[in-house]
């Protein structure tokens, strides 16, 4: 008993019974605009002073509304009143305006339907409970019973007192009636304000899109922060080792430390300026200038054997001769590339590393290749972590060669530890 009250009585059936009334209002417009026409074919008649002129016009009202109904800003609104007032879960209902006819179909029709059904719960909500409340002290004012208000059926004897039981029943029957409406409109929500197949299709390109921009802030963050966490431990702890017998190694290695800070915060603040103005991160990365092969890996060997790594470095720009040739996406990826490999050798090598960067003709004669190897001996001496498969940092370096079309592998290589990059260039000139 409890739980059928509150199902026609409690808070989400009240929410809905609003829900139908502001429909009814919103088809107010179009109710007026159809009596005028109603009214001129009824050679000038009042509609409104006319019970059958006034079902003609709230008929011609609903074809009017199905036309506005394709409006595709239509089903954004709707979804909005329906997940707010009929307790329909979002996940079930369409985001965003309506873009394929279909969808502009159906949301017409959920409009249509809305407006319709919200016009007739409200015209009796509004003639109801005035007319219960009447039949109700029928039997207890005389005035009533005497005054010419319709009510003469009920006569002036006994049968009066039945009119109260009348009252009741159309308060009863009102209250059904709404709270059947709410359940009809709740249960079609999401059949004609779902998504479609474009709408999950586009959802799932907006999901995408925002992973992919989340994965290369990640990189980012990792590649720029964890190697320069890793460059300033290893620095700091050589010059403490140093402090006594080589002030001039310390103060180069508080050198390198400082020249690793400013520029990991000058990444750090152009990844976080991204996040917090919402820029759009394209192909190109953050905004400001990214590090870049060309312009800073000499930069990037010099911090490394700062740190107490030792670096033996061969490089082949090919026939463009310099690096600053390469494409920039290019060139920024593979330093990345070759700045994880140098963190990793940081972290986990036991000696010096060799690396070699090199352009050579690809398999394809129509184009050439950028080639990384970097190679160092597996060994974990104590103090530093022991080398696994590969973590995020591998994983970020995989994406960045995915994204040019290129390949990462990364293990054991004839007793020492590999790390080699193949990424294609543009054409063979570069």
């Given at each position: 008993m409890r739980g059928g009250l509150s199902r026609l009585l409690g808070a989400p059936a009240r929410l809905r019974w609003v829900h139908q009334i502001l429909g009814g209002a919103l088809l107010m417009p179009y109710f007026l605009l159809a009596t005028v026409g109603v009214g001129m074919a009824a050679d000038g008649a009042n509609a409104l002073s006319s019970l059958p002129l006034s079902l003609a016009a709230y008929a011609a009202a609903l074809p009017l509304a199905a036309v506005t109904g394709v409006y595709g800003l239509v089903r954004p609104l709707s979804v909005s009143a329906v997940r707010a007032m009929c307790q329909v879960p979002?996940?079930?209902?369409?985001?965003?305006?309506a873009r394929s006819w279909a969808a502009r179909?159906?949301?017409s029709a959920w409009w249509t339907l809305h407006l319709g059904v919200g016009a007739l719960v409200s015209g009796m909500t509004l003639a109801v409970p005035p007319l219960a409340v009447v039949l109700l002290v029928l039997p207890f004012v005389s005035g009533l019973r005497e005054a010419r208000l319709g009510f003469g059926w009920?006569?002036?004897?006994?049968?009066?007192?039945?009119?109260?039981?009348?009252?009741?029943g159309l308060l009863a029957a009102l209250t059904l009636c709404a709270a059947a409406a709410?359940?009809?409109l709740a249960k079609l929500a999401p059949v004609l304000l779902g998504p479609t197949a474009a709408d999950r299709l586009a959802a799932a390109e907006d999901r995408a899109a925002d992973l992919a921009v989340r994965n290369r802030l990640a990189r980012e963050l990792h590649d720029a922060v964890g190697h320069a966490l890793s460059a300033v431990t290893l620095q700091a702890?050589?010059?403490?080792r140093m402090?006594?017998?080589?002030?001039?190694?310390?103060?180069?290695?508080?050198?390198a430390i400082e020249d690793t800070t400013r520029r990991t915060v000058g990444e750090l603040d152009a990844v976080l300026g991204l996040l917090r103005e919402g820029e759009p991160a394209g192909p190109e990365g953050p905004p400001g200038r990214a590090p870049t092969l060309a312009a800073d890996l000499d930069g990037l060997l010099d911090r490394t054997r700062a740190a107490g790594t030792g670096v033996s470095a061969h490089q082949d720009p090919g026939p463009a001769g310099d690096w600053a040739r390469l494409p920039e996406i290019t060139s920024r990826e593979a330093y990345r590339i070759v700045q994880e490999g140098l963190s990793n050798a940081l972290r986990?090598?036991?000696?010096?590393?060799?690396l070699r960067i090199l352009v050579r003709a690809g398999q394809d004669t129509e184009r050439r290749e950028l080639e990384i190897t970097m190679t160092n001996p597996p060994a974990a001496p104590e103090g530093r972590e022991p080398r696994t498969g590969g973590g995020r940092g591998l994983r970020g370096c995989a994406e960045r060669a995915a994204l040019l079309g290129g390949s990462i592998e990364a293990g054991p290589y004839q007793s020492r530890w590999r790390l080699r990059a193949v990424l294609p260039l543009a054409g063979a000139d570069r």
């Open positions: 979002g996940e079930r209902l369409a985001e965003g305006p179909g159906r949301a009920f006569g002036t004897g006994v049968e009066t007192y039945a009119a109260p039981l009348v009252g009741i709410g359940e009809l702890a050589a010059a403490r402090l006594e017998r080589d002030p001039a190694f310390v103060r180069e290695a508080l050198a986990h090598g036991a000696g010096p590393v060799d």
